[in-house]
């Protein structure tokens, strides 16, 4: 997976836009972040539960893994993109995205 491709998945979810935060690119619903892409693209970061982390990391650990620090055990998760597939991805970023939509889009009917 490239950058690109993460960026494309990202800004496919309903009401999701691109901004930036602390110099690199980072997608929002509703104001708030839900995924980000690291400094230099080669990954991403999706804003979880701890519990989605660990069922990520457990079924594709050469893909997802725990951020270092506070932020990594309240959920927050890598995406290592070369090695990562479309679904496995597009999953994680739809999680993140609806833990963060707000309730007016997803009583929308877009979730």
């Known amino acids: ?11 496919e979810l309903p ?5 930036a935060h602390m110099g ?9 972040i839900f995924a980000t892409l690291g ?6 970061v999706a804003m979880l539960t701890p519990e989605l982390q660990a069922d990520l990391a457990a079924a594709a650990p050469a ?3 725990s951020v270092a620090g506070g932020w990594g055990k309240r959920g927050s998760t890598r995406i290592k993109l070369k090695p990562a597939q479309r679904p496995e991805v597009r999953r994680a970023l739809h999680e993140a995205w609806r ?13």
């Open 24 to 32: 690199h690119p980072d997608f929002r619903v509703g104001g708030k």
């Open 1 to 11: 997976m490239t950058a690109s491709t993460f960026r494309t998945l990202a800004l």
């Open 39 to 44: 400094p230099g693209e080669a990954y991403g």
């Open 63 to 65: 893909v997802f893994a």
């Open 99 to 111: 833990l963060r939509v707000p309730k007016n889009l997803l009583e929308g009917g877009n979730a």
């Open 15 to 19: 009401g999701a836009v691109e901004g």
